[in-house]
């Protein structure tokens, strides 16, 4: 028998796509009709990073994910803000919100970043809507007065989202909430895509961010990445009070998901081209992984 010619590299590359369809179909197939809730944090922005998110999420929605993106909006909040002559001011990651500020806070995320990712994503075929966590007492709010206008989650009425969600939209979600006297405030979006998961019996949660994932000896040069760990180790981390403030939120949020029923949880570095995919679709996965215990 002779032996095959040699392929082209056209041929390899194909060959190549196929393998990862191959490896991707069971996954696909698990998803289906499953629920992902995404925290897409304005740190990992940018308009290459925008544009390829948006793609991996138009493509689970085309297999049939169910996903409900929350988006977060720091940078941007800051830099209206700066424009505006207000000078920010942070207590523990979390952003000290005065009515002025609040009006920037609306004005980046509702007319800036919504708007932006509702049409990369329509536009590259999925049908998504942007609401805001105000809309139809999707979040209530205990209000947190030290802070000036800003919220705890308290509850979530997830009717509007399953309405979407079962019309077929993918909702994009701006962290803003009312208090029981109809007060809107601003609520840390890490915060709100937890709450939202739990309230969605989602099977999944992640936070795209700005780094890789979670780290052994953060900043040191015998920094590891942490492939996979557990709510029970994250909580430890939690009591020694060793993480930097930026990360805080996003692991009490993976605990309060976990503890409220969410399957798994995922912290990616969301700068990297299609990490949502990359997690889903594939064996190996990037980032962290954080499963219940």
Same mark, same amino acid.
């Given at each position: 028998?002779?032996?095959?010619?040699?392929?082209?590299?056209?041929?390899?590359?194909?060959q190549d796509k196929?393998?990862?369809?191959?490896?991707?179909?069971?996954?696909?197939?698990?998803?289906?009709?499953?629920?992902?809730?995404?925290?897409?944090?304005?740190?990992?922005?940018?308009?290459?990073?925008?544009?390829?998110?948006?793609?991996?999420?138009?493509?689970?929605?085309? /297999?049939?994910?169910?996903?409900? /993106?929350?988006?977060?909006?720091?940078? #941007?909040?800051?830099?209206?803000?700066?424009?505006?002559?207000?000078?920010?001011?942070?207590?523990?990651?979390?952003?000290?919100t005065d009515p002025?500020?609040?009006?920037? /806070?609306?004005?980046?995320?509702?007319?800036?970043?919504?708007?932006?990712?509702?049409?990369?994503? #329509? *536009?590259?075929?999925?049908?998504?809507?942007?609401?805001?966590?105000?809309?139809?007492?999707?979040l209530r709010v205990?209000?947190?007065?030290?802070?000036?206008?800003?919220?705890?989650?308290?509850?979530?009425?997830?009717?509007?989202?399953?309405?979407?969600?079962?019309?077929?939209?993918?909702?994009?979600?701006?962290?803003?909430?009312?208090?029981?006297?109809?007060?809107?405030?601003?609520?840390?979006?890490?915060?709100?895509?937890?709450?939202?998961?739990?309230?969605?019996?989602?099977?999944?949660?992640?936070?795209?961010?700005?780094?890789?994932?979670?780290?052994?000896?953060? *900043?040191?040069?015998?920094?590891?990445?942490?492939?996979?760990?557990?709510?029970?180790?994250?909580?430890?981390?939690?009591?020694?009070?060793?993480?930097?403030?930026?990360?805080?939120?996003?692991?009490? *949020?993976?605990?309060?998901?976990?503890?409220?029923? /969410?399957? #798994?949880?995922?912290?990616?570095?969301?700068?990297?081209?299609?990490?949502?995919?990359?997690?889903?679709?594939?064996?190996?996965?990037?980032?962290?992984?954080?499963? *219940?215990?």
């Open positions: 028998m002779n032996a095959p010619e040699p392929m082209s590299s056209r041929a390899r590359a194909a196929a393998r990862v369809l191959r490896e991707a179909l069971p996954w696909i197939t698990r998803w289906r009709g499953r629920t992902l809730v995404v925290k897409y944090g304005g740190n990992a922005m940018s308009a290459e990073a925008d544009a390829a998110f948006a793609a991996d999420v138009a493509l689970l929605h085309a /297999v049939g994910v169910r996903v409900v /993106v929350v988006h977060g909006g720091g940078p #941007q909040i800051s830099a209206l803000s700066e424009r505006l002559g207000l000078a920010p001011a942070f207590v523990a990651g979390r952003r000290v002025t500020t609040l009006g920037a /806070v609306a004005m980046a995320l509702l007319g800036d970043v919504s708007v932006r990712l509702v049409g990369l994503v #329509q *536009g590259a075929g999925a049908p998504a809507t942007g609401i805001s966590g105000t809309d139809a007492h999707l205990k209000p947190v007065p030290e802070m000036g206008l800003v919220g705890d989650v308290e509850s979530v009425d997830a009717r509007l989202l399953t309405t979407l969600l079962d019309d077929g939209i993918v909702p994009i979600v701006a962290s803003l909430g009312r208090s029981a006297d109809g007060q809107t405030h601003n609520v840390n979006a890490d915060a709100v895509a937890a709450a939202l998961a739990v309230a969605l019996g989602a099977d999944k949660l992640i936070y795209l961010t700005n780094v890789a994932g979670l780290y052994e000896q953060f *900043g040191t040069a015998d920094a590891s990445l942490i492939s996979e760990t557990t709510s029970a180790q994250l909580r430890t981390l939690l009591d020694s009070e060793t993480l930097q403030s930026g990360m805080v939120p996003k692991i009490a *949020g993976v605990v309060a998901a976990l503890d409220g029923g /969410v399957g #798994q949880a995922h912290l990616l570095d969301g700068r990297v081209e299609h990490a949502l995919l990359l997690e889903i679709f594939t064996d190996e996965g990037i980032g962290t992984m954080v499963v *219940g215990q």
